[in-house]
């Protein structure tokens, strides 16, 4: 049974940052990409960054270059996105995703599902 588990989610003040990781468990993770995405309440679920599964190339939205590094760690199985220079508008749950294939921004093409950190970035 696949399982991702996302965790150091929380309450941050704007500027401040937060380190989401994202434990996998059930699957080879190495021969997974990854995706964090995002939920802001009443908005559709967007692509937040991208990484392939040895890591060697990373993909962002506009919006967080810059602010947000996803990076992997295939020998514990786990993906971290770390946000810096956090705002209010990052204010979402965050999801992490596995794909057996490369890295894509389509929600719909991802094989396997967090269940969500909260961020909460206060003004």
């Known amino acids: 049974q696949v399982q991702l588990v996302e965790s150091g989610g929380g309450l941050v003040q704007a500027g401040g940052s937060l380190r989401l990781s994202c434990a996998a468990s059930?699957?080879?993770?190495?021969?997974?990409?990854m995706g964090w995405f995002r939920q802001a309440p009443g908005k559709e679920r967007e692509f937040v960054a991208g990484?392939?599964?040895?890591?060697?190339?990373?993909f962002y939205v506009d919006f967080v270059k810059g602010r947000f590094t996803i990076s992997r760690d295939n020998a514990r199985n786990t993906v971290y996105l770390q946000m810096n220079s956090l705002k209010p508008e990052d204010t979402a749950v965050y999801y992490c995703?596995?794909?057996?294939?490369?890295?894509?921004?389509?929600?719909?093409?991802?094989?396997?599902w967090g269940q969500g950190t909260q961020v909460t970035v206060s003004s």
């Open positions: 995703a596995a794909r057996l294939s490369v890295y894509s921004s389509d929600s719909r093409l991802y094989d396997y």
């Open positions: 059930g699957l080879t993770f190495s021969r997974y990409a």
């Open positions: 990484i392939s599964w040895s890591g060697g190339r990373t």
